[in-house]
């Protein structure tokens, strides 16, 4: 079982890293030489990685970001002259966390169906959430 990335793109920065390293280990080279390409690499890959932690945790949760449907909040929008209703449960960010994703409950004539709606479906979507409505 693998630990999950601690930011986007880690593990992929890291084989990048060990195959670089594998490159400037080799045989010919002086051992200084060697030496110090490592820890300009290392060096290099500490500044990257920091500031991929540093982008990380300031991107905002995605069930705090203004903008976007709201967990415990009902949208509606109409859609062919009926209006579909939105009953937003959760919010998270995609697998590779470039778009978000809201996930509810979708009623439309009558017909009541779990469902995904991302980024890109945010637009006609209005916020019909009163107090206690769910």
Same mark, same amino acid.
């Not at 110090?36 to 995605?62: C, G, I, M, N």
């Given at each position: 079982?693998?630990?999950?990335?601690?930011? @986007? +793109?880690?593990?992929?920065?890291?084989?990048?890293?060990?195959? /670089?390293? $594998?490159?400037? &280990?080799?045989?010919?080279?002086?051992?200084?030489?060697?030496?110090?390409?490592?820890?300009?690499?290392?060096?290099?890959?500490?500044?990257?990685?920091?500031?991929?932690?540093?982008?990380?945790?300031?991107?905002?949760?995605?069930d705090a970001t203004p903008g976007?449907?709201? @967990? +415990?909040?009902?949208?509606?929008?109409?859609?062919?002259?009926? /209006?579909? $209703?939105?009953? &937003?449960?959760?919010?998270?960010?995609?697998?590779?966390?470039?778009?978000?994703?809201?996930?509810?409950?979708?009623?439309?004539?009558?017909?009541?169906?779990?469902?995904?709606?991302?980024?890109?479906?945010?637009?006609?979507?209005?916020?019909?959430?009163?107090?206690?409505?769910?």
């Open positions: 079982m693998s630990a999950p990335e601690n930011y @986007p +793109g880690e593990l992929a920065m890291l084989r990048g890293l060990v195959r /670089t390293l $594998r490159v400037v &280990v080799r045989e010919g080279a002086s051992a200084e030489k060697q030496r110090a390409e490592v820890r300009q690499l290392l060096h290099e890959h500490a500044t990257d990685e920091a500031a991929a932690y540093e982008e990380k945790s300031s991107r905002p949760a995605a976007f449907f709201e @967990p +415990g909040h009902t949208y509606a929008r109409q859609h062919h002259a009926s /209006t579909i $209703r939105f009953l &937003v449960q959760h919010v998270d960010w995609s697998p590779c966390e470039t778009y978000r994703i809201a996930f509810g409950w979708r009623i439309e004539d009558g017909d009541i169906t779990w469902s995904p709606t991302d980024s890109d479906d945010f637009g006609g979507w209005v916020d019909v959430t009163e107090d206690g409505d769910r």
